[in-house]
């Protein structure tokens, strides 16, 4: 299916154009690096500990920076994300859990600033928070069995068959808590929604824990050793995939393709991360998990307008290199666009409702599918024609 016809525009004609162009995106980069700083390395990259809460209310960020000191967690970078309507925070704090202390030590103090900033009516109460991630299915079972609110003991059953009883229940008691609620439940009234939760169960419930207004839903601690080694190992991936193209592409045609294309592909690379530099998105495994698949897409539509060219080389004998590449772009166009666009809207769909977790990965593949087609057609290929205009060059110079 071809939606361009009769195509006769003379890209290589434009080729100053865009390498005027490219140079000014690279420039952006160079410029977004330094003034930033560096990229926003992610958790998996420079260690640190990641914690994500959820608030009851619209959560007060100024309040939870000034809870958060700095000799106690270290740095932070504290910013919502999510719906608004989840009232979701992420903070991103410099110390690792674990690196020299108990990981368990490290989420009391974290608790116990958040507590003393959001909850201080209960920092020394003796009821349990239903919505602290360390209230699990053995302390829920263990009040109600302390408890025995519906008197299993006296109607003769067992002591494993009113222990299965009451650690079913409490299982029942968190799903809904972490599923329906997200990790939070806003009064304990809601845990009458529960169909197993009898009212001598909630009473139980009522008399020991209390609903706190928020609920921190995820720690993640990586060291700063794992931390670059991960760095390095990522860059060393990109590295190889960059030499593998390299290799396939000379023996598949021949060495002046494989370098076009690999140019092609390191300026994709290249301007892609000097966005994510410019933009400060942070750059994490699953990041450099997109930049691969960037690469592998890239090449593939660089590959398509070298076989054209190989084959039209066959066929055309008389034309010159310049107007075969012309002829082979302009024969593909087509093909490019309808690829590129369909690819283009999946991901700029992930981008705009993908969330958070996949903001980065949608981000490298929205900005690296347009990239990376135009770069088939305004980098690559005048590679090409520029290396074998080199060669002919030299030629004529040995021959006189």
Same mark, same amino acid.
């Given at each position: 299916?071809?939606?361009?016809?009769?195509?006769?525009?003379?890209?290589?004609?434009?080729?100053?154009?865009?390498?005027?162009?490219?140079?000014?995106?690279?420039?952006?980069?160079?410029?977004?690096?330094?003034?930033?700083?560096?990229?926003?390395?992610?958790?998996?990259?420079?260690?640190?500990?990641?914690?994500?809460?959820?608030?009851?209310?619209?959560?007060?960020?100024?309040?939870?920076?000034?809870?958060?000191?700095? #000799?106690? !967690? $270290? =740095?932070?970078?504290?910013?919502?994300?999510?719906?608004? *309507?989840?009232?979701? +925070?992420?903070?991103?704090?410099?110390?690792?859990?674990?690196?020299?202390?108990?990981?368990?030590?490290?989420?009391?103090?974290?608790?116990?600033?958040?507590?003393?900033?959001?909850?201080?009516?209960?920092?020394?109460?003796?009821?349990?928070?239903?919505?602290?991630?360390?209230?699990?299915?053995?302390?829920?079972?263990?009040?109600?069995?302390?408890?025995?609110?519906?008197?299993?003991?006296?109607?003769?059953?067992?002591?494993?068959?009113?222990?299965?009883?009451?650690?079913?229940?409490?299982?029942?008691?968190?799903?809904?808590?972490?599923?329906?609620?997200?990790?939070?439940?806003?009064?304990?009234?809601?845990?009458?929604?529960?169909?197993?939760?009898?009212?001598?169960?909630?009473?139980?419930?009522?008399?020991?824990?209390?609903?706190?207004?928020?609920?921190?839903?995820?720690? #993640?601690? !990586? $060291? =700063?050793?794992?931390?670059?080694?991960?760095?390095?190992? *990522?860059?060393?991936? +990109?590295?190889?995939?960059?030499?593998?193209?390299?290799?396939?592409?000379?023996?598949?045609?021949?060495?002046?393709?494989?370098?076009?294309?690999?140019?092609?592909?390191?300026?994709?690379?290249?301007?892609?991360?000097?966005?994510?530099?410019?933009?400060?998105?942070?750059?994490?495994?699953?990041?450099?998990?997109?930049?691969?698949?960037?690469?592998?897409?890239?090449?593939?539509?660089?590959?398509?307008?070298?076989?054209?060219?190989?084959?039209?080389?066959?066929?055309?004998?008389?034309?010159?290199?310049?107007?075969?590449?012309?002829?082979?772009?302009?024969?593909?166009?087509?093909?490019?666009?309808?690829?590129?666009?369909?690819?283009?809207?999946?991901?700029?769909?992930?981008?705009?409702?993908?969330?958070?977790?996949?903001?980065?990965?949608?981000?490298?593949?929205?900005?690296?599918?347009?990239? $990376?087609?135009?770069?088939?057609?305004?980098?690559?290929?005048?590679?090409?024609?520029?290396?074998?205009?080199?060669?002919?060059?030299?030629?004529?110079?040995?021959?006189?």
């Amino acid at each position: 299916m071809e939606i361009l016809r009769n195509v006769s525009i003379d890209w290589l004609g434009k080729k100053w154009y865009f390498f005027g162009l490219s140079w000014i995106l690279l420039a952006l980069g160079i410029a977004g690096y330094l003034i930033r700083g560096g990229f926003a390395w992610g958790i998996d990259f420079r260690g640190g500990t990641v914690v994500t809460l959820k608030f009851r209310q619209t959560p007060d960020l100024d309040l939870i920076r000034g809870a958060l000191k700095p #000799e106690a !967690v $270290g =740095a932070t970078m504290i910013q919502r994300y999510g719906e608004a *309507a989840d009232n979701s +925070v992420m903070i991103r704090l410099q110390k690792v859990f674990g690196a020299g202390e108990n990981v368990d030590a490290g989420h009391k103090v974290l608790q116990g600033l958040l507590r003393q900033a959001f909850d201080p009516q209960h920092a020394g109460s003796p009821l349990f928070d239903f919505n602290d991630i360390n209230i699990g299915v053995d302390a829920i079972s263990k009040h109600l069995l302390e408890a025995d609110p519906e008197k299993l003991a006296s109607q003769g059953k067992t002591a494993v068959e009113v222990q299965t009883h009451y650690h079913n229940l409490a299982r029942a008691i968190l799903d809904y808590r972490n599923t329906a609620g997200k990790g939070l439940v806003s009064s304990l009234d809601d845990l009458k929604n529960v169909a197993s939760v009898t009212p001598a169960v909630f009473q139980v419930l009522n008399k020991d824990f209390y609903a706190g207004p928020y609920a921190i839903t995820g720690v #993640e601690s !990586v $060291g =700063a050793v794992v931390g670059s080694d991960l760095r390095n190992r *990522a860059a060393l991936a +990109v590295g190889l995939s960059f030499a593998g193209m390299l290799v396939y592409i000379s023996l598949r045609f021949k060495p002046a393709y494989g370098v076009g294309a690999i140019v092609a592909l390191f300026h994709d690379v290249t301007i892609t991360l000097g966005l994510f530099a410019l933009t400060q998105k942070e750059i994490s495994l699953i990041v450099v998990a997109a930049m691969l698949t960037l690469v592998g897409y890239s090449v593939n539509d660089t590959i398509v307008v070298f076989d054209r060219v190989r084959e039209n080389l066959r066929t055309m004998p008389m034309y010159s290199l310049r107007k075969i590449l012309n002829l082979s772009i302009n024969q593909t166009l087509s093909r490019t666009i309808m690829t590129s666009g369909m690819t283009f809207l999946s991901v700029f769909a992930l981008l705009v409702f993908g969330g958070e977790v996949l903001r980065g990965f949608s981000f490298a593949l929205t900005v690296g599918i347009i990239i $990376g087609t135009y770069s088939s057609i305004a980098i690559a290929s005048p590679i090409v024609a520029w290396w074998y205009r080199s060669e002919d060059i030299k030629a004529k110079r040995k021959a006189a």
